[in-house]
């Protein structure tokens, strides 16, 4: 039986960050063997958090960095890891790998921009390799968005794909452009693919999808959206390998797509507002909607 007593809190406005601001966009990220936790802030820590009891957990450690030229702290994309090293972004544009254990960076690149969509890695024979987009934040009015290839290793960029991106004024608000949503690594006959969608490219309020061959960083297709998208696409497969795509737009369109070849299978409006990422479980496909809609779907590709 739970108690639902609350047995940690953290207070963002740590007295430890250089940064006064208490919000926590990231994931937590657990490591079920060693009992401990690790979670980025947007007051620039990352926090490392020891659960092994349940109803003691308590902050082990922080990581506080900083570097020249550094404008802005914070850490809102969520954290990747491999084994002992992990790996974040923040809105200065920074990627650094960190040793877990010792709490310290080990190499540190400049992704140019902010980083909010979460870092993902892939593994290729023997060798891992980190996947990172930035925005159009601090390059306003419009900049080149990329999607980076980077070797886990060493931090050295494989490839990289972008498109010219602008943000807009959203209600008196600068609003982002570029890479606001997670990118997608393929599986089974897709597993050769990349996928990056940028928002409000060549200064429109639309979106690209684009497919990248992972290995040499060739563009394979790219696919306009009817607006910009700050939910992640999702991926699916058949008995066969085949792979589809999910993936909405902020107006409420809902987009299905074969792919391995980039075609358009089918596409609803809803007229609500999305902006959070979808999830797919079996068969079905759930989507929350700014308000109080949460949608479900059956998916049928044949």
């Known amino acids: 039986m739970t108690s639902r007593k609350v047995v940690l809190h953290i207070p963002g406005k740590d007295p430890d960050a250089d940064r006064n601001w208490g919000a926590f966009d990231s994931n937590p990220l657990l490591d ?38 550094m404008g802005r ?36 690149i400049d992704n140019q921009d902010d980083i909010d969509a979460s ?25 080149k968005s990329t999607l980076r290839k980077i070797d886990a ?16 004024t959203l ?22 693919i990349a996928l990056a969608l940028f928002s409000r490219p060549n200064k429109t309020q639309k979106a690209d999808l684009v497919a990248i061959d ?8 790219s696919f306009r959206l009817d ?25 409420g369109n809902l987009y299905l797509m074969n792919g391995l070849t980039g075609e358009l299978l089918h596409k609803t409006a809803t007229g609500l507002t999305i902006e959070s ?5 079996n068969d079905r496909v759930v989507v929350g909607t700014r308000g109080s809609s949460i949608l479900s779907y059956k998916i049928v590709t044949n």
């Open 277 to 281: 990422s979808p999830i797919i479980y």
């Open 214 to 221: 992972k290995r040499s960083g060739k563009e394979l297709y």
């Open 227 to 251: 607006a910009y998208s700050w939910a992640s696409p999702v991926d699916f497969y058949d008995e066969d390998g085949n792979m589809y795509l999910f993936f909405t737009d902020v107006i």
């Open 153 to 168: 290793r060493t931090g050295s960029i494989v490839w990289e794909v972008g498109r010219v991106c602008a943000g807009h």
């Open 32 to 69: 079920r063997s060693s009992g401990k936790l690790f979670w980025p802030a947007e007051n620039g820590l990352l926090y490392r958090i020891n659960v092994q009891d349940k109803n003691k957990p308590f902050v082990e450690s922080k990581l506080n960095y900083s570097r020249i030229g």
């Open 171 to 192: 209600n008196g608000r600068e609003n982002s452009g570029g890479m606001l949503a997670t990118p997608l690594i393929g599986k089974k006959k897709g597993d050769h």
């Open 119 to 143: 870092l993902i890695i892939d593994r290729e024979e023997d060798r891992y390799y980190l996947y990172a987009g930035n925005e159009v934040d601090h390059r306003q009015p419009y900049a």
């Open 73 to 108: 702290l914070g850490l809102e994309a969520s954290m990747a890891a491999i084994g002992q090293y992990g790996f974040i972004g923040d809105n200065s544009g920074n990627i650094l790998c960190i040793d877990l254990q010792q709490m310290k960076p080990v190499w540190q």
